[in-house]
């Protein structure tokens, strides 16, 4: 696994990417939120089948009693095979791709909250590093698992290939719509952010500001007074209330910085976002054309083995006609031969 | 008005046997249950879970022609993927094993698929066995293939064996047919050969009771069932009736228990079936149709919701010397999603047509407003001014890429549909269609024709021989009085000399002379019936969609034979038609001869199934029979879909004999 250094401000030794499989426990104490994740949905839908494993078992059961009195009974094959690396490494990113949606989900839920006082921006930073981690890791990892596929391209028959590949082409999709789902995320969030700054700005900002403005009215008006250098009373007793506001401004002004900071970072986020994107374009590309049904291929196979068909029988055609020019050739050679033998020998 | 129960969904623990959940609504409709079937057995028999959390498993599926006939209308490869299927696989086809992978089989229990599993048992090709069948496997079959596991080790490898009740194709949310392969087992012909055995009889009436069973299994419901008195339909609807009765009888394993609980308190909201037999109306089979889906069936090759268009290599002229291009198929589904199809695929075609003329120009419209777009944007990068506009212009180009995939998508289906009603539309202007249907429809309601009939069969411009039959036949089966036989020998030397085959004639005679025999009330002759609705038409020449030449018809509302007998059964209307159609309750203890009805409520819901074959004037017929009446369900089944080109065949292959 891939270590990373956490972003957060927090830097304790649990600050350790661990990889997507080690976040999630780390994540649940992040945030008391239901998880969505095990909650069993209603069934809707009817049962119309009939399960007969238990009558097939019973029957596989007496069948054996009866056939134990002719044969001995044959040592139990291992039936847990050894799965092979590809099948061990598709199951892995399967379950940490799951992981990841999970941690997205929880991100999502805290992005879409509009309060303006419980925002829970530090909370929101780390998960969307972790899951910006997460989507990079995955990614890397798919690659890995192409190109495993690839290299045992030679020995696997043809169906394997197939199989595995589709299990790339799936996994590639389903981290192409994950991280879909994680750029619209960090849009609300973006967006949130920007009604946030405007509500406050409606509220505090706006008086402030005017505040601002009166405090540097007085300012000039102190310095014309010291100028006039009159009296010095009014300047006194104007600074601390300058002062004042002039603290307020630079709190403000921290707290825009801050913002912008955490602005920037989402918009880089979303251009890296970018990148992983143009990676996957071609590959969910593939996905795209397979809106056929099942019953497509079927058509078409008839429809080659009618023209290799066809192609078969022309070959055999021009095949026996060849073998008839050369029964002719040899006819008339053999015709010459017994002349010259009969007649010149 | 539909009863929506109230259960809880507290997670029960989940036992051995399957447990049935009432269904939350009654309004879903049968391809959403048959696809939410599907899905569960494709999640290996665990109702799926609605969350994209589940880890993804990866399994291959196995099926042979009917299974692949039952999934195809109603999954794509695409949500197959999307539900961890990687590879679909014919079950007779070369397949490589694959090791680690659990491999979904769903396929009919015949002896050669039975075979071929065991031999996949025996060949080890997967790491573990979900076997579905579609309809319910026998006890000896099963213990083949215990066997078969035993000899190869691996029992515990099969892990599932489920009878899945799913033998029919859905086609529309209320359409579904029987079978696809080997529909000529079942087929008008089979049924009504003149040599039949009873053996054979008896295997027919199986086959269709045995999907009708699966049929009301997936559906959740114990049906009603009426049937007339003395032909096949009245076969099936005994053996339907003992195979239900047997089911529910035996309560342990019922596959009805679940909700018949719930439904018994309201025996009135259980649905009527409604067993009609072709031979009460030769006519609708034959008749040339007007309306967009029937008309796609009718001259094109549609076939389990797919067109096949063969792409004319007569339209652009080929170089003198080049090899004649491979005829190019083009393959069009008409999918539920497709929201177009769903709307129009009932109007009659002129309609349709412009319907497609006019999404054209709102799809013009957007490519137009997307252009527009484009070319401000291109402004804007010189313009220094309108800076303070391109925040606004940006997010209206982002929507616009975002509405991108949409319009594509929107652009695909209607090149398809142009395409499709191009197609339509040649074959209506070549074959003069619209002059058959006009005429047939005045044959049909009894009105004055206005031009003979040997005038437009020995027409040599009109119509294929096909069309020249089926117009004749249409005469022949509605006419009072059988035409004499002069000028029968007139009408026939007419047909011979437009090429047309004479056997459907022989048989339609038979047929004639056997009904009126019987006098089945639902004949056309009979006077009593009414006239079969009043038909308008309205000359419009100056049609958007390159529709000149021709009429430009608009349907009137009026009932089928089979619409009629089911508004009847389903009010309890009394009708000397109907009447004497027998009655089968399945839940009622003793089976009761009679023919009168128990409960005297009106129906809610009704399933049309139409023994010997249907079509899809008749769906659409139904459909707008239901549309008119406020909260009524209809569905329409047929033992197998022809077009009247199919049926003309059986009718002549009949005739032979």
Known sequence: MITHRRHGPNTSEQGVYLGASHTKLQLIHLQDTPTLATAPLPNTSTMSCRDRTQEFLSACKSLQGRQNGIQTNKP?????????????????????????????????????????????????????????????????????????????????????????????????????????????????????????????????????????????????????????????????????????????????????????????????????????????????????????????????????????????LKYFQSVSSNRWLLIKIFFILMVFFIVFVVFFA | MLDVKVHSELRVPRHRRCHRHLPAKMATSIREKQTAALRRMLNFNVPPLKNTVTEPVWKVLIYDRFGQDIISPLLAVKELRDMGITLHLLLHSDRDSIPDVPAIYFVMPTEENIDRICQDLRNQLYESYYLNFISAISRSKLEDIASAALGANAVTQVTKVFDQYLNFITLEDDMFVLCNQNKELISYHAINKPDIMDTDMEAIMDTIVDSLFCFFVTLGAVPIIRCPRGNAAEMVAVKLDKKLRENLRDARNSLFTGDTMGAGQFSFQRPLIVLADRNLDLATPLHHSWTYQALIHDVLDFHLNRVTLEEGAGSEALPAGARPKKKNKRIYDLTAADKFWQKHKGSPFPEVAESVQQELDTYRAQEDEVKRLKSIMGLEGEDEGAISMLSDNTAKLTSAVSSLPELLEKKRLIDLHTNVATAVLDHIKTRKLDLYFEYEEKLMSKSTLDKSLLDIISDPDAGTPEDKIRLFLIFYITSQQPPSEADLDQYKKALMDAGCDLSPLSYIKQWKAFTKMAATPANYGNSGVKPMGLFSMVMNTGSQFVMEGVKNLVLKQHNLPVTRILDNLMDMKSNPETDDYRYFDPKMLRGSESSIPRNKNPFQEAIVFVVGGGNYIEYQNLVDYAKAKQGKRVLYGCSELFNAAQFVKQLSQLGQK
């Open chain 1, 76 to 312: 139990a094959l291992n039936v847990i095979k050894q799965r092979s690396d590809f099948t061990l490494m598709a199951k892995r990113i399967g379950k940490d791709l799951s992981n990841t949606f999970a941690k997205l989900e929880k991100l999502t839920i805290l992005a879409k909250r509009k309060s303006l006082f419980d925002d829970k921006a530090v909370e929101i930073e780390e998960l969307t590093y972790i899951i910006k981690q997460d989507i990079n890791s995955l990614n890397k990892q798919i690659a890995q698992l192409q190109q495993l596929g690839l290299s045992r391209t030679g020995q696997e028959g043809k169906h394997v290939q197939t199989h595995s590949n589709s299990i790339v082409v799936s996994l590639q999709s389903k981290l192409a719509s994950m991280s879909n789902d994680f750029k619209s995320v960090l849009e609300v969030r973006t967006e949130n952010l920007k009604q946030q700054r405007s509500r406050r700005e409606q509220f505090s900002q706006a008086p402030l500001s005017a505040s601002a403005v009166h405090a540097a009215s007085f300012k000039s008006s102190v310095l014309m007074q010291d100028e006039s250098r009159r009296s010095n009373e009014v300047s006194i007793d104007m600074d601390p209330r300058a002062s004042q506001q002039l603290q307020l401004i630079d709190e403000q002004e921290s707290y825009i910085q801050s913002r912008a900071d955490t602005m920037q970072n989402i918009e880089s986020t979303i251009v890296e976002l970018g990148s992983i994107f143009q990676q996957l374009a071609h590959m969910v590309k593939e996905q795209e054309e397979m809106v056929q049904r099942i019953d497509a291929n079927v058509e078409d196979s008839q429809l080659n083995v009618e023209a290799a068909h066809a192609e078969i």
